[in-house]
């Protein structure tokens, strides 16, 4: 970088012989301005950029160790050189006092003007790393605290922090403050019949621009985003007076279009549920929970797309009749050729460009689904919520439906339970 310079002495000869004699370009300088007495010099500094100075120690209207003064006043940044006729140490102690880099005798100042300009730039260097650090540091605060802001939201919706004064004064430490707000739950499924479904790499590279998306439709109403995987997003809008219900009704009408059809063309669908609208962080389980339920809502009314799609096909509309009525028996991809009278081989093929997703797949997902509403509706322990659902072990029952959850059935269970 190019630092920039100004030269303040009321002789002109002085004026001249540092701008002309001093090579400033081998020192990564350029002169910007230059001032023939204090007064200049100090208006200077307020109108232009300036990162050295060189001022004569007497000048006109105001002295360069004044001049030193009122730049570590009104700009810490700019770093002095004072020109003197001859040594005049009874200067030095205010000198120090003001930051001033180096004295320099007229009577030979090349040299050492070059030796100053760049101890000038070490310093001026040295203190902008100084800041680049601090910037660091605070953005790795912010981002902690960012951090720590949502797993404290999502203890609170998990009912891990229950007691409404300890969320209070949590969130107040963080300096969280929900006001009116609402939860909005976002899931990415496989749109009807794609040839090829979309890996986890490109679900969570289109999920981390939906991310980039919402904060962007909601930046009015300060959103929290909780978490982001590769199918789905958690995030929690917020909203005061401005704009209103009406402002936030049109963001999110745009978001969801957007969305859409952004999805459309990635294979994907998007399926959204929102929340009512609460002002006490209190009811986010319960908020949680509706945004849950809406979601699911959504999904059902798209069913009937999934039955169009495989109605191409009339067996592959039987087998998923066939899977819906009785998943929870034993049921394999070798036992439906069988049973369908067709090559298992062909029924796989057939069964992924129908449906979007492979059969096994598909029967799990239907498993889990039937699973989450047993967790949500009954008192049934693990172990039986899996034999009715269609798992023979119990063991393999927990890790696939983490796995497909991001939760263990118990953690399930309270998160959408509270027990």
């Known amino acids: 970088m190019t630092y920039k ?26 002169i910007v301005a230059i ?39 009104r700009h810490p940044g700019v770093k002095l050189i004072i020109l003197t006729g001859h040594a005049q140490f009874s200067y030095a102690q205010s000198a120090i006092k003001y930051g001033v880099v180096d004295f320099i005798v007229k009577s030979n100042p090349l040299e050492q003007v070059t030796e100053a300009v760049r101890k000038a730039i070490a310093l001026i260097e040295r203190e902008r790393e100084q800041f680049r650090k601090v910037e660091r540091l605070e953005r790795q605060i912010d981002d902690d605290r960012r951090e720590i802001r949502g797993k404290l939201l999502l203890d609170a919706i998990r009912r891990i922090v229950s007691d409404p004064g300890e ?39 289109y999920l981390q621009a939906v991310s980039r998306l919402y904060e962007l439709a909601f930046r009015r109403y300060r959103p929290y985003l909780l978490y982001v995987d590769d199918k789905s997003l958690c995030a929690i809008p917020r909203f005061g007076e401005q704009g209103g219900d009406a402002g936030f009704e049109a963001a999110g009408a745009h978001f969801e279009q957007t969305l859409q059809a952004t999805a459309s063309g990635n294979g994907l669908s998007v399926v959204i ?7 006490d962080p209190a009811e986010l389980p319960a908020l ?4 849950l339920d809406r979601l699911a809502a959504d999904a059902a009314e798209n069913a009937p797309k999934l039955r169009q799609a495989v109605s191409q ?21 070798e ?24 059969l096994i797949d598909y029967l799990t997902r239907l498993r889990i689904d039937k699973a989450r509403q047993l967790l949500m509706e009954t008192d049934y322990i693990v172990l039986e919520i899996a034999t009715r659902v269609g798992f023979g072990d119990a063991s393999y029952f927990s890790n696939t439906f983490k796995r497909l959850t991001g939760l263990s059935p118990r953690e399930y269970k309270q998160t959408h339970r509270g027990g």
């Open 167 to 205: 969320l209070k004064a949590r969130a107040a430490d963080l300096g969280l403050d929900l006001g009116r707000y609402r939860i909005m739950l976002l899931k990415l499924r496989r749109s009807p019949g794609p040839e090829r479904e979309p890996d986890a790499e490109e679900r969570m590279r």
């Open 5 to 30: 310079v100004m030269i303040a002495d009321d002789e002109p000869i002085i004026r001249d012989g540092l701008k002309s004699f001093i090579d400033w370009s081998s020192l990564g300088c350029e």
């Open 35 to 73: 001032a023939d007495n204090g007064l200049q010099a100090r208006s200077l500094l307020n109108t232009l950029p300036v990162d050295i100075v060189l001022a004569d120690i007497r000048m006109p209207g105001m002295s360069g160790i004044e001049l030193a003064e009122f730049a570590q006043s």
């Open 273 to 279: 549920g929102l929340s009512d609208v609460s002002g």
């Open 335 to 358: 036992s439906l050729a069988e049973q369908f009278h067709m090559n298992a081989s062909y029924l796989s093929r057939l069964f992924k460009k129908e449906i979007g997703e492979s």
């Open 288 to 291: 949680y929970r509706q945004a």
């Open 313 to 333: 096909h009339a067996v592959i509309g039987k087998i998923v009749d066939y899977i819906a009525a009785c998943y929870e028996e034993k049921i394999s991809l």
